[in-house]
C-alpha cells in the first residue's frame, strides 16, 4: 500500500465575501523557519486593492446599520468559529515554527480577544456619546459613528492575535476593512478568511490580501474610497508614506505602537475610538 | 387660511401668515443705530505676545489690519518670523515645564475662570474690534462671538480639574506645547475654542491668529496679564500664512490644532507625517440644509438666511446648498427671495445691520469669481437690491436656482453669502445629494416629523446635524467634521481628548 499524498491547500484572498486569486495570477513562497517552501501565497497589486476597497465601500452602509446588538453576536460568532477550529490555526502557526504551546496559547488569546470586542458593539455608543447641556433652549446629543473604509497593515509579529487585534475594533464599530496581512506569515489570515466567511460576516466587510506590503501600501493609504488607516508596521519611511498619502483625502490614521498583542494594552474601546466620528445633532425644545 | 397641496394629495395647512410678505420697510425707515467706538484704545503698533510681554518683532517686519468695512487702517502688528516663532515656542515649553505642569489642576482652572469673566467685563469693547476688524455685524459680535468666547473659557475652566471623568478608566496627561492656527471669521471665538481646552488639560500654547483679524487676540493677551495667567502659558504670534507653517514646522511642537480650508488643512497634514505631532484639522464644509415638504415654511426660511448669511456666510459649517421638496419648493424660494430683500447690508458697526463686510479685499474677489462661475455654468443668479456703502467689500446676498449636483458652485467652498438651490424628490434623493460632495461638516433638516428627522440625521455624514435649527453653538457641544472636513472635536468633553494623552488602565 502506497503512503498518502498530503492536500496542499492553494491560498487565495478573501475579498467582497469570496476567495478569488490575486489579478496578478503570481504568487510568492512562504517559507518555514528551516527555509523549506510550505505554500505559495498570492502576490497581490494595486488591482487586488482597488477591488476589496470597493468591496468594503458598497458593505459599509449595510454593515454600519446593523444594530449593535447583531454586530456583537456577529462578533461573538467568530469567536465560535474560531474555537471550532483551533487545532487547524495552532497547526498553521506552529508550521512557521512557533511552539506547540505557545500558538495554543495565541488562538485562545485571539477568541478571547474576539469576545472582548464582540462585547463593546452596544457599550461604546453609552460610554462616548453624550447628552449636552445647551444654554439654550435646545435638545441636543452626540453619537459615535463609523469613519468608513479602513484599511489595516497588519504586522508580521503574531500572524493570527494581532490580524483579529486590529480587524476587531474596527468593524466592532461598524466600519468596513482591507487587511494586508503579514508579509512574511501571511496563511493564518488567509484562513481566518474562512472563518470570517462561516461566522454571518456580510461579504466585503473584512477583506484579506497577501502579498508585498510596498506593492500594495501606496494605492491603500492614497485611495480616496478609504478613510482611515490603522497601520502596525514599524518603519519610520513607511510611516511617514502612509501619513503623507492620508493628507489626500484627510485620511485619520492611527499607528499602533505595541509589538506585543498578548498585551493588553492593544484591547481597549480607545482603539475603537480612533474610528469614530462624533455626530452632535440639535433639536430646538419648545412648545 | 390658505393651504398648500401637500405631495400626498391632501391639503396642508401652512402657517396663517404664509400668504403675506414680509414687508418692513414700507411701513417705517430705519434710522441709522451706530455703536460708539470712541471708547475702544487701539495702540498704534502691536509686537507678538510671548512670555508674558509684547516684543517686537526679530526681523522688525510689520504688517497692517484694516477695517473691511471702510478701508482704513486699525493698527499695525508683527509678522512672525521663524526667530519669533522659536521664542514663542521655548516660552511656552519653560512655563509648561516649569509652571503650568506643576500647578495643581484645580489653580489652573481658576486662571481659566478668571479668564472667562475678564472677557465679559470687557464685552463690548471686544465686541466692537472684532466688528471694526473683521466686518461682521455688532450684532453678531455682541451676542454671539464674544458671550460664546467667555462661555468656552467657562465651560473648560470646570474641565480642569475633573479630566478623569472625561476619560473612563484611564489617566489623562497633557501634551505639552500646541501649536494652534486659527481663521478670521470668529478670531476670539475660535481663540477661545482653541486655548481654553488646551489649557484645561494642563498644555500650554502659542496661538497664530489670522493676518487680517489680529486684534481681539492681542487684546485677549492683554486680559490674561491682568488675569495673572502665568508667562509662557499662552503666547501669541501674529503673521499670515508663512508664519503658520513655521509653527506647524516647529520641532518642539506636541500638537497642531488647526482652522480653516481644507486645502491648508492637507497641507498641515503632510507636513507633519511621519513625526509624532498630534493634530486636529478643523476643515471646510459645503454645508446641506434639506426642506422637506412638511417642514414649518416660515421658519424654515428664517433658518436658512441664518444658515446662509449669518456672518456674511464666512462660516465653514454654513447652509450652503440648500435641498427642497420639490412640492414646497417654488412657495419657499418665492419667500426666500422676500426675505432676503429685507436684509440690511451696510456698516457692521450700525446695529441694524444684517450682513457686514467680506471680510478682505482677496475674499470679496474670491466670492466673486464663484459669482461669474455659477453664472457661467448657466444657473439663475438672484440678488436683493437696495444700496451698498460707497467704500468697503460688499456682497449682496445672492442665491442660484437651476444648478446641478456637479457644478462648481455646489461642490466648493465660496464662503461667502452666495446660495444654491437644488431640488427633490423623495428622502433618499435628498440624502445622496447632501452627502455627495467631499465635505461632511454640518447640514440642517426640517421637517415636523420627528421619525424623518433621526432617520435623516443619521444618514448624513456630516459632524453636526441642526434639526429644525441652524448655527447654534455651545462650548457643551462637540463640533467637528467627517471627510475633508477634517477630524477631532472642539467642545464638549471630546474637545479634551485631542489635547490629552491617555496611560494605559490596569486591569485585572
Given at each position: 500500500m502506497s503512503q498518502r499524498v498530503d492536500v496542499l491547500k492553494t491560498y487565495k484572498t478573501y475579498v467582497g465575501g469570496s476567495f478569488p486569486r490575486s489579478e496578478s495570477e503570481q504568487t510568492y513562497q512562504i517559507k518555514d523557519s528551516s527555509d523549506k517552501v510550505i505554500a505559495n501565497a498570492c502576490r497581490c497589486t494595486r488591482k487586488d486593492v482597488r477591488d476589496a476597497v470597493g468591496a468594503a465601500a458598497s458593505s459599509f452602509n449595510g454593515w454600519k446599520t446593523r444594530s449593535a446588538y447583531n454586530r456583537g453576536q456577529i462578533l461573538y460568532r467568530i469567536a465560535e468559529m474560531l474555537e471550532g477550529r483551533k487545532e487547524q490555526f495552532v497547526g498553521e502557526l506552529s508550521r512557521k515554527g512557533m511552539k506547540q504551546a505557545e500558538a495554543e496559547f495565541e488562538v485562545q488569546l485571539t477568541v478571547d480577544r474576539l469576545i472582548y470586542y464582540a462585547g463593546w458593539t452596544d457599550k461604546y455608543p453609552q460610554v462616548f456619546g453624550s447628552v449636552n447641556p445647551v444654554a439654550s433652549a435646545h435638545f441636543n446629543f452626540s453619537v459615535p459613528e463609523p469613519t468608513g473604509v479602513i484599511g489595516i497593515i497588519s504586522p508580521d509579529e503574531d500572524p493570527l492575535l494581532s490580524l483579529v487585534s486590529l480587524v476587531a475594533p474596527v468593524i466592532a464599530g461598524g466600519n468596513t476593512c482591507v487587511v494586508l496581512s503579514s508579509e512574511t506569515n501571511p496563511l493564518p489570515a488567509v484562513t481566518f478568511g474562512e472563518v470570517f466567511h462561516s461566522s454571518d460576516v456580510p461579504g466585503g466587510v473584512v477583506n484579506i490580501l497577501t502579498g508585498f506590503r510596498n506593492e500594495m501600501t501606496q494605492s491603500l493609504s492614497s485611495?480616496?474610497?478609504?478613510?482611515?488607516i490603522l497601520n502596525a508596521v514599524e518603519d519610520s519611511d513607511y510611516r511617514k508614506l502612509i501619513d503623507e498619502n492620508a493628507s489626500i483625502n484627510v485620511k485619520r490614521v492611527h499607528h499602533v505602537e505595541t509589538e506585543n498583542y498578548t498585551d493588553s494594552v492593544i484591547e481597549s474601546p480607545y482603539l475603537l475610538l480612533e474610528f469614530q466620528e462624533i455626530k452632535t445633532t440639535w433639536h430646538p425644545a419648545g412648545n | 387660511m390658505k393651504t398648500e397641496p401637500g405631495s400626498n394629495g391632501s391639503a396642508k395647512p401652512t402657517s396663517?401668515?404664509?400668504?403675506?410678505?414680509?414687508?418692513f420697510a414700507s411701513f417705517w425707515e430705519y434710522s441709522d443705530a451706530p455703536q460708539s467706538s470712541d471708547f475702544v484704545e487701539l495702540k498704534e503698533e502691536y509686537g507678538h505676545f510671548i512670555d508674558g510681554a509684547f516684543v517686537k518683532p526679530e526681523k522688525g517686519r510689520m504688517m497692517t489690519t484694516v477695517n473691511p468695512a471702510n478701508e482704513k487702517e486699525l493698527a499695525r502688528f508683527a509678522e512672525g518670523t521663524s526667530e519669533d516663532v522659536d521664542k514663542a515656542v521655548k516660552a511656552a515649553r519653560k512655563a509648561y515645564e516649569k509652571v503650568w505642569s506643576k500647578l495643581s489642576a484645580r489653580e489652573r482652572g481658576k486662571y481659566l475662570f478668571r479668564v472667562a469673566r475678564m472677557i465679559q467685563e470687557k464685552s463690548r469693547e471686544l465686541a466692537v474690534i472684532e466688528t471694526m476688524d473683521g466686518g461682521k455685524p455688532i450684532r453678531e459680535s455682541r451676542d454671539v462671538d464674544v458671550p460664546l468666547a467667555a462661555a468656552y473659557f467657562f465651560y473648560y475652566a470646570g474641565w480642569a480639574d475633573k479630566l478623569e471623568y472625561a476619560f473612563p478608566g484611564r489617566n489623562p496627561q497633557p501634551l505639552g506645547v500646541c501649536g494652534q492656527i486659527i481663521p478670521w471669521n470668529f478670531p476670539l471665538l475660535m481663540l477661545a475654542w482653541k486655548i481654553a481646552p488646551a489649557l484645561a488639560a494642563g498644555n500650554t500654547v502659542v496661538l497664530k491668529p489670522a493676518e487680517t483679524t489680529p486684534l481681539t487676540a492681542l487684546m485677549f493677551a492683554e486680559i490674561c496679564n491682568v488675569a495673572g495667567v502665568p508667562p509662557g502659558v499662552i503666547n501669541i504670534v501674529t503673521g499670515a500664512g508663512q508664519t503658520g507653517s513655521t509653527l506647524v514646522d516647529h520641532p518642539d511642537i506636541d500638537k497642531i490644532a488647526f482652522t480653516g480650508s481644507t486645502e491648508v488643512g492637507k497641507i498641515i497634514q503632510k507636513a507633519v507625517s511621519g513625526t509624532d505631532k498630534k493634530y486636529t484639522l478643523e476643515l471646510g464644509g459645503k454645508g446641506p440644509n434639506i426642506i422637506f415638504e412638511d417642514a414649518p415654511v416660515d421658519q424654515a426660511v428664517e433658518g436658512i438666511i441664518n444658515a446662509i448669511f449669518f456672518n456674511q456666510g464666512h462660516v465653514c459649517c454654513a447652509g450652503s446648498r440648500l435641498l427642497v421638496q420639490e412640492g414646497i419648493a417654488d412657495q419657499l424660494i418665492s419667500k426666500l427671495k422676500d426675505r432676503m430683500d429685507t436684509l440690511i447690508v451696510g456698516d457692521p458697526l450700525d446695529k441694524n445691520t444684517d450682513i457686514g463686510a467680506i471680510n478682505s479685499k482677496a475674499q470679496l474677489q474670491k466670492i466673486k469669481n464663484y459669482l461669474e462661475i455659477g453664472v457661467k455654468e448657466g444657473a439663475a443668479m438672484y440678488q436683493s437690491d437696495g444700496p451698498l456703502p460707497e467704500n468697503g467689500y460688499y456682497c449682496r446676498p445672492t442665491i442660484f436656482t437651476g444648478v446641478g449636483q456637479s457644478n462648481r458652485i455646489v461642490q466648493e467652498e465660496i464662503f461667502g453669502p452666495v446660495l444654491t438651490i437644488q431640488t427633490f424628490r423623495t428622502p433618499q434623493e435628498a440624502v445622496e445629494k447632501a452627502n455627495n460632495t467631499p465635505f461632511g461638516l454640518a447640514g440642517g433638516i426640517w421637517s415636523d416629523k420627528g421619525s424623518k428627522i433621526f432617520n435623516i440625521s443619521r444618514e448624513i455624514r456630516n459632524g453636526v446635524v441642526w434639526a429644525n435649527t441652524y448655527n447654534k453653538f455651545d462650548p457643551t457641544s462637540p463640533f467637528g467634521g467627517y471627510k475633508e472636513s477634517g477630524m477631532g472635536r472642539e467642545g464638549g468633553l471630546h474637545g479634551l481628548y485631542p489635547y490629552v494623552k491617555l496611560s494605559q488602565p490596569v486591569r485585572s
Open positions: 485611495h480616496k474610497s478609504v478613510h482611515g | 396663517p401668515n404664509s400668504d403675506l410678505k414680509l414687508d
